[in-house]
């Protein structure tokens, strides 16, 4: 099946620093990715959608500047979260579709954790 | 309203028992599909098995199948012979619309945890 890439699958960063976490499409093209959020023990929350070569779409409440959205190439998005506090420690997971099909891919996910 | 309902925060089933996991969906949609995912300890988003509003017959895929019942928006996920590895975090997730046919995101349920006994 179709692969997604996902790195890092684990960082921890001071508070005010800013994470980037890639999420590539590995044989096929992404016009599309979608950023997930995950709280312990708790549903997939979705974040945003990320178009290729196009601003995101962002879900009510998200910050667009706190949760900077690039897809730069047709399999690769990333995610950076900026100036990052203790709050921001979730599991972030991305995913991508092939255009044909119905089953979207997951990347392995990234446990941040901001001390 | 919540989308996708999955009543059963914990389930224990026996070693090589069958069990069922529930989940009910809430759409005016007419076009519409329904996944089930497993999420290990790991993390991982582990595809399992779809099934399209307008697919006539439950969808199967080994040893996972998918009791749909349109006319109740349920689509419960039935494990045969359980396993110990399949102890994990199950949820169940459905696609809108025709615009799946590229894009399309995915609304997810709060999720059952499977836990199997030795």
């Known amino acids: 099946g179709a692969v997604v890439s996902q790195h890092p699958s684990r960082v921890i960063c001071k508070s005010g620093t800013s994470v980037k976490i890639e999420c590539r499409s590995l044989?096929?093209?992404?016009?599309?990715m979608f950023w997930y959020r995950q709280f312990p023990k708790k549903s997939l929350m979705l974040m945003a959608t990320s178009n290729e070569g196009s601003k995101a779409t962002y879900e009510q409440g998200v910050e667009k500047d706190k949760f900077l959205i690039n897809h730069a190439s047709l399999t690769l998005s990333t995610l950076t979260v900026t100036s990052a506090h203790p709050e921001d420690s979730s599991f972030y997971i991305c995913?991508?579709?092939?255009?044909?099909?119905?089953?979207?891919?997951f990347g392995q996910g990234t446990r941040l954790t901001v001390v | 309203a919540q989308k996708i309902t999955q009543t059963q925060p914990g389930m224990f089933v026996q070693e090589k028992e069958a069990v069922t996991l529930d989940c009910t969906y809430d759409t005016s949609d007419p076009s519409y599909g329904l996944f089930w995912y497993k999420q290990p300890s790991s993390g991982e988003m582990i595809f399992l098995i779809y099934q399209g509003s307008y697919d006539q017959q439950n969808a199967t895929e080994g040893r996972y199948s998918l009791n749909f019942q349109k006319a109740r928006k349920s689509a419960n996920l039935v494990i045969s012979a359980s396993q110990l590895g399949d102890s994990a975090m199950y949820f169940c997730a459905m696609r809108e619309g025709r615009s799946w046919g590229s894009q399309g995101n995915l609304i997810f349920g709060k999720g059952t945890k499977l836990s199997v006994k030795p």
């Open positions: 044989d096929f093209q992404a016009t599309t």
């Open positions: 995913s991508a579709k092939p255009p044909a099909g119905t089953e979207a891919f």
